[in-house]
């Protein structure tokens, strides 16, 4: 594979969890399969490099919801950096 130069800077994938337990991916709302999906993109494009992702909760959202993303992360052996809001 040949690889090009970037034009644009490559900015963290974020996923949010929302309060009703929704996830968006990037702000476009998706089903957890479709956040698979991202975090295996995010493996795929940052082999070596340290793959990372922003995970965003809003702070009432179950804990269960938090925990299903992680374990998708660490599946893809990709970083997930917790966003906590700020109280």
Excluded: W
Aim: aromatic share 4%; proline share 6%.
């Amino acid at each position: 594979g040949t690889s090009y130069p970037s034009k644009i800077t490559q900015k963290p994938t974020e996923i949010e969890i929302r309060r009703d337990g929704s996830y968006y991916v990037n702000g476009k709302k998706v089903s957890i399969a479709s956040v698979d999906r991202a975090m295996a993109k995010v493996a795929r494009m940052n082999q070596s490099k340290n793959a990372s992702v922003l995970v965003k909760p809003h702070p009432k959202v179950p804990h269960e919801y938090v925990a299903t993303v992680m374990d998708i992360a660490l599946r893809h052996r990709v970083t997930a950096i917790l966003a906590t809001e700020k109280q």
